[in-house]
């Protein structure tokens, strides 16, 4: 369950809370998201986490989260007061600066005490707070405490201006990094702002607007010219075209009218729409969307987990380096002094904060699937997305993925005395109660009700086919293994399509050929992801040969499987998994309809389903979800993963770049505290204003023909 972590105001903090709840039975598998401000752990252990938290960061709360927007009024109210703070601190700071001297000459140098020690506590007071509770509490290896010491060992040592400015020029990056943290998760809601506000329930001639959560199934609703649909359900009346980009990424609109079907989220055009709403709004398109792209914040990036180690053992190495560089020169070296050495250990403490790292590795995983989202492309961990930056092999699914599903009869052969028309009633008497694409062809191509009495002992066989009885008559129909298997004698050869055979009462009756329409962007899709890069493209199909070769010579796919059984693609997989060249770094991908392929999709390193708008068992078994019936949406989606872990490395890489230098200069004497703040908190403030670019990713953009290192 997802909670909110109200006065969440650091990544250290999120990092802690973290790890605590982590140590607790029950709470192993807790998550935090400081780009969120949300925690995701199990119901049951609630109770426990609210101690946990209070006695870890008095400051956080636990709140159940409504999902909407949390605290943006608090968060308003509280960043003008530390504004106001910091414009007075910087102004007293001024005053010291430009009149020091007189200030300094006064008896005691009481009045520039007065004056830079007040633009130090307007600024660093709760700073010095927040460091003696987290002492109190064990805690002293943190941001507060690095900088409380490293200002007051510089007042010790009489530099007060350099203190005073120290303070002020960390709380005025605090600020500012406060504030682009929150622009970074207010355009991530902006990104996801897909939510409805309102229905329109018919009352008194007129319209009643009341919550989503409070219409019911059966109930009609009216959806006027340019309000967002906020329920699933059916049109009644009426006949406008619907925007479904905010689900789809799709920007050409789609004809709608009495009949048809219609998602929340969309966005009518100019007709009037009365809508029969078929599902509640926690069960609707919009509701399931908004939740996974908000769950996805659990799901960390290797690259995430490692800098979350990586901080628990920096910070207090770089303390012992500090008290080293403090405590041995001077005791070593000749002519070296304490206040010297001192002064290069604060400035070693002030860089130690890994806070860029901390802060803007999950804000750009979060951003770039927020990005991804606003595409059509659900991602449902920031795993998820790395793994897509890895793709090695793709493994399609012919049916439904490269081809259209959408099947039509192209050639009736009845054999053995049975004529056409008597062939295709006795196959849709026998498809009757399948949902299969095939099913349904043969019962379009038939065209006149069936009566369900006329069938009985009605069962399927995975992979093989279907039996029933058809007015006293035993019947099976199937793919050309089923004749094998039962030891039917029939002519074998290479037909065009889909072949379904019949036979009745044990003697082959004919055969019923069935043809699907490969998709137009099937193609393209394939070049674009071995433009990228991937190595690989295989197709997975039950069909025969003849039409897998087909569809993969025109698609242009590497290799293929026909005649597969549904374990049959599963060991298929996990053999093409097997020749990977490094499982860590090369991943492989399966892509399908997300209902026949769930045991494929969970087994792949990428289960992505295609088209799964509106189908529960594609988002339940899938990692991706594209939503749009599109294959050129996976390459959309590799290019946005891998331009949001460009963004990350490059955080990761500047920051350490950076810190490292500044470590190195503050060792040798030649970095002050200024320059050592600007590596804290002026490179987390460059690393979070990078983190956002994941929100404005173009994935149009030119590609590279490598593989991702």
Known sequence: MRYTLEGLDCANCAVKIENALRKEEGLERASVSFATKSLEIPPEGEAKAREIITRVEPEVSLARSDGHAHADHEEGEGGRAELFRVIAAGLLLALGFAFNEPLHNTPYSWAEYVVLLSSYLLVGGEVIARATRNILRGQALEENFLMTIATIGAIAIHQLPEAAAVMAFYATG?????????????????????????????????????????????????????????????????????????????????????????????????????????????????????????????????????????????????????????????????????????????????????????????????????????????????????????????????????????????????????????????????????????????????????????????????????????????????????????????????????????????????????????????????????????????MLTGDGESVARRVAEKVGIDSFFAGLLPEGKVAKVEELQAALPNRQTHKLAFVGDGINDAPVLSRSDVGIAMGGLGSDAAIEAADVVLMEDAPSKLAMGVRIARRTRSIVKQNVLAALAIKGIFLLLGAFGVATIWEAVFADVGVALLAVLNATRTLNLRPEGRLKARHPA
């Not at 044990?506 to 050929?513: D, L, P, R, S, T």
Request: charged letters at 20%; one cysteine or more.
């Open 174 to 538: 605090e600020y500012l990094q406060d504030r682009a943290v929150g622009r970074s998760r207010r355009s991530i809601a902006a990104l996801l702002d897909i939510r409805p506000d309102y229905a329109n329930l018919p009352e008194n001639g007129g319209t009643k607007r009341v919550r989503p959560e409070e219409v019911g199934v059966g109930q009609i609703i009216v959806v006027k010219p340019g309000e967002k649909i906020p329920l699933d359900g059916e049109i009644t009346d009426g006949l406008s075209f619907v925007d479904t980009s905010a689900l789809t990424g799709e920007s050409v609109p789609h004809k709608v009218g009495a009949g048809d079907g219609v998602l929340a989220g969309m966005i009518n055009g100019q007709g009037l729409l009365s809508v029969r709403v078929t599902k509640l709004f926690e069960e609707s398109s919009v509701a399931r969307i908004l939740e996974l792209v908000e769950n996805a914040a659990a799901r960390k990036a290797p690259t995430e987990q490692f800098i979350t180690k990586f901080a628990r053992y920096y910070t207090p190495a770089v303390v012992v380096a500090a008290a080293l560089v403090a405590v041995l020169p001077p005791l070593v070296l000749p002519g070296a002094t304490f206040s010297e050495w001192v002064y290069r250990a604060l400035v070693l403490l002030v860089i130690s904060c890994p806070c860029a790292l901390v802060i803007s590795v999950p804000l750009g995983y979060f951003g770039g699937i927020g990005s991804a989202s606003r595409h059509g492309i659900l991602v449902k961990g920031a795993n998820y997305l790395e793994a897509l930056a890895d793709l090695d092999t793709v493994v399609f699914d012919k049916t439904g993925t490269l081809t259209r599903g959408v099947f039509k009869v192209t050639q009736i052969e009845p054999v053995n005395g049975f004529d056409r028309e008597k062939l295709l009633a006795t196959a849709a008497a026998v498809e009757l109660f399948s949902n299969h694409p095939i099913a349904q062809s043969i019962r379009e191509a038939y065209g006149r009700a069936v009566s369900p009495d006329q069938v009985t002992d009605y069962k399927e066989i995975p992979g093989f086919g279907l039996t029933a009885i058809i007015d006293g008559r035993k019947v099976m129909v199937g793919n050309d293994r089923l004749l094998h298997r039962e030891g039917v004698a029939h002519q074998d050869g290479e037909l065009e399509g889909t072949v379904v055979h019949l036979v009745v009462d044990g003697e082959y009756a004919g055969h019923i050929a069935i043809s699907d329409e490969i998709k137009d962007d099937s193609g393209s899709a394939v070049s674009a992801l071995k433009a990228m890069g991937v190595r690989k493209t295989v």
